[in-house]
């Protein structure tokens, strides 16, 4: 007697609905698109603090404090993808469907927290030292 084997091609490449590959896509579409508003909301953040403070910040504007400027845009970028961190094992949890209706206030809340460090660093810790 033989057994009885389902004829179905197996393709290693596509992957089943509700995979972790697909929840990771599906992450990546909501947070990546935001990720623009983000860096948008914190160079508004350090725009303000040049126009205000223009006389002040105004020697600070040269080649060598470059570097530091984008150091610290790749922590705050670092930082903003520790939503992953959340976001995944929750897409993968049987809380999915409330959850990706919801994860908008972990943008919002995570945005105005990046907000209020970006504001308390150049004022504690920019703003004093440059001359």
Same mark, same amino acid.
């Given at each position: 007697?033989?057994?009885?084997?389902?004829?179905?091609?197996?393709?290693?490449?596509?992957?089943?609905?509700?995979?972790?590959?697909?929840?990771?896509?599906? /992450?990546?579409?909501?947070?990546?698109?935001?990720?623009?508003?983000?860096?948008?909301?914190?160079?508004?953040?350090? $725009?303000?603090?040049?126009?205000? /403070?223009?006389?002040?910040?105004?020697?600070?504007?040269?080649?060598?404090?470059l570097f530091p400027l984008l150091a610290l845009a790749l922590i705050a970028n670092?930082?903003?993808?520790?939503?992953? $961190?959340?976001?995944?094992?929750?897409?993968? /949890?049987?809380?999915?469907?409330?959850?990706?209706?919801?994860?908008?206030?972990?943008?919002?809340?995570?945005?105005?927290?990046?907000?209020?460090?970006?504001?308390?660093?150049?004022?504690?810790?920019?703003?004093?030292?440059?001359?």
């Open positions: 007697m033989e057994a009885a084997y389902p004829a179905q091609p197996q393709d290693f490449n596509t992957a089943p609905n509700g995979s972790f590959r697909n929840r990771f896509a599906d /992450s990546a579409r909501f947070w990546e698109f935001r990720r623009l508003f983000y860096n948008l909301a914190l160079a508004i953040v350090v $725009l303000v603090w040049i126009a205000i /403070s223009w006389p002040h910040f105004r020697p600070a504007f040269v080649l060598s404090t670092l930082f903003y993808s520790a939503a992953y $961190l959340l976001d995944i094992p929750m897409l993968l /949890s049987p809380f999915s469907a409330e959850w990706k209706r919801r994860r908008w206030i972990l943008w919002t809340v995570g945005t105005l927290f990046a907000i209020l460090l970006a504001n308390y660093w150049i004022a504690d810790e920019i703003y004093p030292f440059v001359r």
